[in-house]
């Protein structure tokens, strides 16, 4: 089936520093969503991505799509102590049925 | 807009029990989607549903577990009899339709420990 490598599974970071995660897919995807998933809490849509190529950016989030449809990144600028959670990438196989990343967590020290 | 819904939030049982969770999706989403997430991991999908049939059960541990979406709105899913890999927390999620384009919408979850 279809599977989503995601990498690091964990990240520390000094608040105000950079943060990226990174999903691979060994099989070219129609599509990429991210999720954020805080502590204790559930799994929220953050945006989804469709064109080989695209950039797609939320205030001090930007997610990219690589040109083969094959992985996809999510880079945080200037962290802060309320980006902290998991972060999954998912992708669905040819049935639509998705399958998500093992997640990076993300810790931001203050 | 209410969210999904989901009950218990809690549930503590010894295993070879049975358990049963509740989930009312979005008005109007036709998907609804039982995810399992152990610890540490990412959501796994269990079971999807269209309306009140059933998409993909592929990942479902059929001679255990069960769901139904039987008026295609509520759903409920089912483990009998429960073992000690079943502690996790148990997500519902709903969509518009099953296409990969919608984006979904998960529910609190159940947090499920089996002792």
């Known amino acids: 089936g279809q599977q989503v490598m995601q990498i690091p599974q964990y990240q520390h970071v000094q608040e105000g520093e950079d943060f990226t995660t990174y999903c691979n897919s060994s099989t070219t995807l129609s599509n990429i969503q991210w999720y954020k998933q805080r502590p204790g809490g559930h799994p929220v849509f953050l945006i989804q991505?469709?064109?080989?190529?695209e950039v797609k950016k939320q205030k001090r989030l930007t997610f990219q799509f690589g040109e083969a449809k094959k992985n996809s990144s999510l880079h945080i600028t200037a962290t802060q102590t309320t980006d902290v959670g998991t972060y999954f990438c998912?992708?669905?196989?040819?049935?639509?049925?998705?399958?998500f990343g093992t997640g990076t967590s993300l810790t931001v020290i203050p | 807009e209410a969210g999904v819904a989901q009950s218990p939030r809690y549930k503590i049982i010894e295993k070879r029990q049975s358990v049963a969770f509740w989930c009312n999706p979005i008005?109007?989403?036709?998907?609804l989607y039982w995810y399992q997430q152990i610890l540490g991991q990412g959501p796994k999908l269990l079971i999807q549903?269209?309306?009140?049939?059933?998409?993909?059960d592929s990942q479902l541990p059929k001679d255990r577990f069960s769901a139904e979406r039987l008026k295609g709105v509520d759903s409920t899913l089912k483990i009998q009899p429960a073992k000690l890999e079943d502690s996790a927390v148990y997500l519902c999620?709903?969509?518009?339709?099953?296409?990969?384009?919608?984006?979904?919408?998960f529910g609190p979850g159940t947090r499920l420990t089996v002792l």
């Open positions: 991505l469709v064109k080989s190529g």
């Open positions: 998912a992708a669905p196989n040819t049935g639509n049925q998705f399958y």
């Open positions: 999620a709903s969509s518009l339709d099953r296409s990969s384009y919608n984006e979904q919408f």
């Open positions: 549903f269209q309306n009140n049939g059933v998409v993909d």
């Open positions: 008005s109007g989403h036709a998907t």
